[in-house]
C-alpha cells in the first residue's frame, strides 16, 4: 500500500488579508485548545470512520503539512499535541518531510524549538512581496528585514529546507519593484519558491472593491491581467536562471527539493486531511479514488467531531482528474502510465479535447508525454475545464 501524507489546516490568523477568502479567521485564542482537540478527535476516530465509508488508510505516512491560516501561531504545547497526536496513529516515517507554514514575523522563539523537537524539517513563509509598502497594502504585518531575518532563524534552528511564496499581480506592484522581490528570494538562497498569480476572491475585502469600483485596499492599483502574466513569466525565466527549476505551475525547487507532499495531490497518491475545509483522497479496497472534506466554518466544525461525506469517483472522473492534475507537472502526462492504468479509454475519450488544445498551443506532445505550453500554464483553468467530460449515459 501507498504511504500517506497528512495535512492539516491551522486556521488561525493574526490579521486576514484584504485579498484571502480562505476558510481563515481572527479567532478568539480559546477556541485554539478546543480546535486540537477536535483535531486530537478527528485522528482517533479516522479509521472507522474511513471503514464506513469502504476506504483504507495507509498506516505509513511519509510527509506531513500544517497549512492555514498560520500555523506558526499555534503555542509550543499545542504543537507538541498535534504531531503526538499524529504520531498514535500513524507510523511516521524518520525522512518523512515535515513542513509547517508560517507567517514572517509571527514565529515565537519558543514555537520554532518545538517545531524542531516534533521533527519539522521544512518551512513554507508566506513572504508574498518583499517590497514592504505591497506587503502593508494587502494587510500583511511583516517587512522585508523581518522576513530575511525570519529565514535566517530557521536555519540557524537547524531547519534545513525552506519555501518563500510570492505573489504576482498586487496592489501597486510593478515590474521593477516585481524584480526586487525575485532578486530578494533569490538571494535569500532557499531551494524551493512558489509564485502565484493573484487570485481576488470576490467575497475578499479587496475584491468586494474591485466589483464596485471602490478606493480602498489600493483596489485601483492592482495590475492589468496581462501585466500580471507577464510578471510570472518573467518569474519563471528568473527563478530558473538561478536555479529554482519549475516543476508544477507554481512551483519551483533546487534539484531534489520539489515539495514530496504537494506532488502527492498532482499525482492522486492518498492523503488525508484534517481540520476546517480540509480535503482527503483515500482509495476503497478495490483502488478506486475516495474523496471527502470537512466544512468551512469553524463553530459548526467544533462543534459536531466526525463530520463530513465521502464520494467514491467513477472511473471516468479519475481519468479526468489525472489529465489536470498531471498536466499541473511540468513534466506532463505519461501516456504510457495511463493507459496502463485506465486502459485506451484513457486516451480514447479524451482525443477531441487534445487535438482542440493542441490546435490552441495550450499543450504540445514530446514523444509519448504531453505537457502544458507556457501558454498553456497562463490559461491552465481553462484547459483543465476541458477535460471535465459530460457524465457517462449508463
Ligand atoms: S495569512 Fe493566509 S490564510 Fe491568513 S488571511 Fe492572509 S492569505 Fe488568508
Known sequence: ??????????????????????????????????????????????????????????????????GGGTPSLLSPQQMQRLFAAIRREFVVLPGAEITVECAPGQVEDATLASMVECGVNRISFGVQSFVDAEAKHTGRLHTCEVALRDVERVRDAG?????????????????????????????????????????????????????????????????????????????????EQHGLNQYEISNFARAGAESRHNLKYWTRAPYLGLGLDAHSMLRSEGGAAVRFATGDELQPFLDTPGGGEARTLSSQEEMEEAWFLGLRLNRGVDLAAMRAEFGAAATGEFESVLVDLECDSLIAWIGDRVSLTERGRLMSNEVFARFLLEPAVS
Not at 488579508?17 to 480562505?22: E, S
Not at 476558510?23 to 478527535?41: C, H, K, Q, T, W
Not at 485601483?220 to 510578471?231: G, K, L, N, Q
Open 1 to 66: 500500500m501507498e504511504s500517506l501524507g497528512v495535512y492539516v489546516s491551522i486556521p488561525f490568523c493574526k490579521s486576514k488579508c484584504t485579498y484571502c477568502n480562505f476558510a481563515s479567521g481572527v479567532f478568539p485564542l480559546a477556541s485554539m485548545d478546543r480546535y486540537i482537540d477536535r483535531l486530537e478527535e478527528d485522528l482517533r476516530s479516522i479509521r472507522s470512520r474511513a471503514a464506513g465509508w469502504k476506504a483504507t488508510v495507509p498506516e505509513i505516512v511519509d510527509t506531513i503539512y500544517l
Open 159 to 239: 531547519i534545513p529546507h525552506i519555501n518563500l511564496d510570492l505573489i504576482a499581480g498586487l496592489p501597486g506592484q510593478t515590474p521593477d519593484s516585481w524584480r526586487r522581490s525575485l532578486e530578494m528570494l533569490v538571494g535569500a538562497n532557499v531551494d524551493h519558491a512558489s509564485v502565484y498569480m493573484l487570485e481576488v476572491d470576490d467575497d475578499s475585502r479587496l475584491g468586494r472593491e474591485m466589483g464596485s469600483g471602490g478606493l480602498k485596499y489600493y483596489a485601483p492599483h492592482v495590475p492589468s491581467d496581462d501585466a500580471i502574466a507577464e510578471m510570472y513569466l518573467a518569474a519563471c525565466s528568473f527563478l
